[in-house]
């Protein structure tokens, strides 16, 4: 564990996207002794995901419905989650979508649909959920900005915009709960080498779920605000502010 690191904060493991291939790393390395929750859609469908996070040393696992476009069902879930299991020591928001920019571009249904998955539907979670860590005083939060949202390309722009927002929000949200012992760390990872990017060519300074896993917990222990994943990434997002405009239209996805 690197100097300066802690305990990640004890609780429930709640996991918004239980299908999630990252999220569920972050859930797997955490899992040991604690209480884990797996929200998402036909949760009778996650036997595979609770059999592993038991074989990883779970004291118990539990599947719930979540559906993350159900904005009115977020609150009584998480509170059904205090209720029942105790409060909760680390959340991770790992549900959304990438959407087909080309479909998004014709169709506003889908480009709304996509917007509000990966923006609308996160911030009302996380509103939700800050308000409830702040009453227990605790609790660790995890969500997934982007290097699509670091600077929005016309190659994505619809996705990178709803991560643009989220990462705006996010970085707000750290503000507002600072000093209350609540915790909220902002990921901003490169390409993930997955089922979410499958039939994609990776991009340079690609990473697997295992690394940015690797790096979400790293990022607990410390209580750091940001982690780029891979790390040098970092002096990419800098490089990337002074791109020309005429060159940046063309960037890939």
């Known amino acids: 564990m690197a100097l300066g690191s802690r305990d ?3 609780g429930v493991i709640l996991l918004l996207g239980g299908r999630s291939e990252i999220g569920f790393e972050v859930a797997r390395r955490l899992a040991p002794g604690r209480v884990v929750v797996l929200a998402a859609r ?14 990883a040393g779970a004291s ?19 509170e059904k989650v205090t209720a029942e299991h105790g409060p909760i020591g680390v959340t991770v928001l790992a549900f959304g979508i990438l959407g087909d920019q080309a479909r998004a571009e014709r169709d506003p249904a889908h480009a709304v649909a996509v917007v ?3 923006y609308v539907a996160q911030v009302n979670v996380l509103t939700s959920l800050a308000n409830l860590l702040r009453a227990q005083d605790s609790g660790q939060i995890v969500v997934f900005s982007s290097i699509a949202g670091v600077r929005v390309r016309r190659a994505n722009y619809v ?20 000093g209350t012992g609540v915790h909220l760390l902002l990921i901003r ?5 997955g089922r979410m990017t499958e039939g994609m060519d990776p991009a340079p300074l690609s990473s697997t779920p295992d690394q940015v ?8 222990h410390r209580r750091a605000a940001n982690v780029a994943v891979p790390g040098a990434l970092r002096l990419m997002f800098f490089a990337m502010r002074f791109v020309p405009q005429s060159i940046w239209r063309r960037m890939p996805r």
């Open 8 to 10: 990640v904060d004890t």
């Open 213 to 220: 896993a690797d790096a979400v917990v790293a990022g607990l």
């Open 60 to 78: 118990a696992v539990h599947c719930v419905e979540f559906d993350a476009d159900d904005l009115p069902s977020h609150q009584p879930l998480l």
């Open 189 to 193: 990872s490169g390409f993930v080498i």
């Open 159 to 178: 996705y990178g915009s709803a991560k643009a927002g989220l990462d705006g929000f996010a970085t707000g949200l750290q503000d507002a709960l600072h």
């Open 42 to 55: 036909r949760s009778g469908e996650l036997s595979d995901q609770r059999a592993a996070l038991q074989a």
């Open 116 to 118: 509000n998955t990966d």
